[in-house]
């Protein structure tokens, strides 16, 4: 279910019969013909225990179930939106940057220690991210949300990417973390700096940037 970018900001999905698609309760903005929205008790494709997984994990922001025949534009408080598209690959993202999703797409949750160990554990507590953050896997569209657009940055075997943690957004791929420690110039000269931190990603893949450091 492709979604069409109607700016920076809103995008419009098609949605058929026989067909369901998630987003995140409030997103929708407007829609045409027979559309249903109903919160998503069920815990999306993961079902119960898909639910009760993201919910311990402090990943269970609330999911309408989008049914029926129409078109329906989805936005959120005004943050840019960048479309995803899945070709039986994993998308790592945090829960409460997900704006709407195709419903085909498999849900999960994924300890963040795992990539990285214990660097993967100091990650969620420097950056304020959950230790756990939301998989979607198989073929679909993902619309996610970040401040001042996003731009993806290809991961490969020889060329491992460092990212800000704070503007870090999602990446997909075969792709591994960790948390490193550098000193730039700024502290040098006795300015803190954020980017003492920084998030390497190495492996096949890519991440997506947004261009700020605030979080939604």
Known sequence: MPFREINSKMVEAQVLPGQRMYSQRGAMLAYKGDVSFTPDIQGGQGGVMG????????????????????????????????????????????????????????????????QGGVMGMVRGQVTGQGLFTTTLKGHGAVAVMAHGGVIELPITPQRPV??????????????????????????????????????ELSGNGAVYVQASEEKL
């Open 51 to 114: 639910m009760i997984g993201r919910r311990v994990a402090d990943e269970a922001t609330p999911l309408m179930s989008v049914e029926g025949a129409g078109t329906v534009m989805f936005g959120h408080g005004g943050h840019h939106i960048q479309v995803i598209n899945l070709a039986g690959d994993t998308l790592y993202v945090e829960a409460d940057r997900l704006l709407a999703f195709d419903g085909t797409l498999q849900q999960g949750t994924m300890f963040m220690g795992s």
């Open 162 to 199: 460092h990212v800000d943690p704070q503007a870090y957004v999602a990446h997909h791929g075969d792709v591994r973390n960790k948390l490193s420690t550098a000193l730039g110039w700024r502290d040098m000269v006795g300015r803190g700096s954020g980017e003492a931190f920084q998030l």
